[in-house]
């Protein structure tokens, strides 16, 4: 089949399009300018991606459109597919329809640690050789790429709660046929399309209601939230985390050292198991913990998992540390919602104990930007020694009193010791951080988006300024 994907350099589409095009189909698709990772993604995957929209890429007729949920109901090649009334999908029901029908889907879902969970199942599996199929949103460093199609049973994949298309309102997760729910938190995202916590709660509850009895909830009992929510699953429940009451969880408090985690994994039909795994981080120990227990659930052995964990590296622009220059560590992170800032810092704190530790944030997303984050902002920004902040990157789509007052929450920070700057562009916050790095400094970017490609600005100014850089 020929297949056209509208907006394919989306970190959901592009995957899609080389899974589409391993199983023979003739795709084809179009976006704005792309660049590293989905552009790489593609071209290695001889897929060369149409630049900008036009009626005449629908030339010939493909037999099916697949439309990102980035695409808006007036883009033009949507129009032109609605006018030759071509058949059309989103991209979770194209994942669905293609890849999901005849395997079991193991969906993590959760308003945090989505992609680093559903990386580390997918390499679990792939490590104890179950063959998994996988989807990651994001580029993992330890498997060939972010997605595969699989000979196992098994197919994981990250349950977005975000809307699917313009035409498909409903969370991508709806579609993806769950045999078993991986759900690491519950907590209010995503405010432009879930107005309160309820409307959030209802979605996720509607995946829940998809499970077959014969499924499994594998569930975070450390959030209240979750386990009321766990309540309604008419499949087996079992709880992991950090906090007593829970099935799986740890025969004592998680170690940090040099070489990432060293956990002591409570398991029943195992006893005590230890873990090692080369990440950082209170909240990677208890994503360890929820992959055990849907691995174990799965029947694989606590040798073989434990060998797996001890090799899996992370994901990209998690904690990904980018470069260092003159004792200089540059850090990039993915972590826009406060408690993934508060996660990120907390992490770094340990993986870089008695360094100054100066975090840089972009207010990306249109929750990020938001009033009523404000207090939880200056909560999780009070674990840096110092913090940088870009604009608002959608203030023009907030209403005045919807927006978050940087100036004041940079106030907030600096009344209570915590130095602080509101920046009113990316060159600004950039010769900022420059301007006050010293040697032993950990810097690390925060942003759901590309952030101006700061990361590598940063490394290429600390370069230039090595003669520069001041030693404490």
Request: aromatic share 8%; glycine share 10%.
């Amino acid at each position: 089949m020929h297949i056209h994907l509208i907006a394919i350099g989306g970190t959901g589409m592009a995957p899609l399009a080389c899974l589409l095009q391993s199983q023979g189909h003739r795709v084809t698709g179009s976006d704005g300018p792309l660049y590293p990772p989905m552009s790489t993604l593609l071209g290695e995957a001889g897929i060369e991606p149409l630049v900008g929209f036009d009626p005449a890429h629908l030339e010939p007729r493909p037999g099916l459109v697949v439309v990102g949920n980035a695409v808006r109901r007036d883009n033009v090649e949507a129009v032109r597919a609605e006018e030759l009334a071509l058949p059309r999908l989103s991209m979770p029901e194209a994942m669905a329809r293609f890849f999901l029908a005849d395997r079991r889907p193991l969906v993590v879902a959760g308003t945090h640690g989505k992609t680093t969970t559903t990386a580390m199942a997918a390499w679990a599996y792939a490590a104890c050789g179950r063959a998994p199929g996988y989807l990651i949103g994001g580029l993992p460093l330890d498997l060939p790429g972010s997605f595969a199609h699989g000979a196992g049973e098994r197919f994981v994949i990250e349950g977005d709660e975000y809307n699917a298309a313009y035409f498909d309102r409903g969370a991508k997760f709806l579609h993806y046929r769950p045999e078993t729910v991986l759900l690491t938190s519950l907590e209010h995202d995503h405010a432009d399309l879930y107005p309160d916590f309820a409307s959030l709660r209802a979605a996720f509850s509607r995946l829940i209601a998809l499970l077959p009895p014969s499924g499994r909830l594998v569930a975070c009992g450390d959030s209240a939230a979750v386990r009321e929510l766990a309540g309604e699953a008419r499949c087996p429940v079992t709880f992991y985390g950090l906090t007593p009451g829970n099935e799986v969880g740890l025969a004592a408090p998680p170690e940090f050292g040099d070489a990432g985690l060293r956990l002591q994994v409570a398991d029943r039909q195992a006893g005590t198991v230890e873990v090692t795994l080369p990440i950082w981080g209170r909240h990677n120990a208890t994503n360890a913990l929820g992959v055990w227990a849907a691995a174990r659930a799965d029947g694989i052995s606590a040798p073989e998992l434990a060998a797996a964990f001890g090799r899996f590296h992370g994901v990209k622009r998690r904690q990904e540390v980018v470069g260092e220059v003159g004792g200089i560590v540059v850090v990039d992170d993915f972590a826009h919602h406060p408690t993934a800032v508060g996660c990120t810092l907390e992490a770094l704190r340990e993986r870089f104990p008695g360094r100054r530790l100066v975090a840089m944030f972009e207010p990306r997303s249109l929750t990020a930007g938001r009033a009523m984050l404000r207090e939880a902002y200056f909560e999780a920004f009070c674990r840096a020694d110092e913090t940088l902040f870009a604009p608002l990157f959608h203030r023009d789509r907030l209403a005045p009193d919807e927006r978050l007052d940087l100036p004041g929450l940079v106030a907030d920070l600096v009344a209570s010791g915590h130095p602080a700057r509101a920046c009113e562009s990316f060159d600004q916050l950039l010769e900022a951080a420059l301007a006050g790095a010293r040697a032993g400094d950990v810097l690390v970017t925060m942003s759901s988006g590309s952030f101006g490609q700061l990361p590598r600005r940063l490394l290429a100014g600390l370069e230039e300024r090595r003669d520069q850089v001041v030693h404490p």
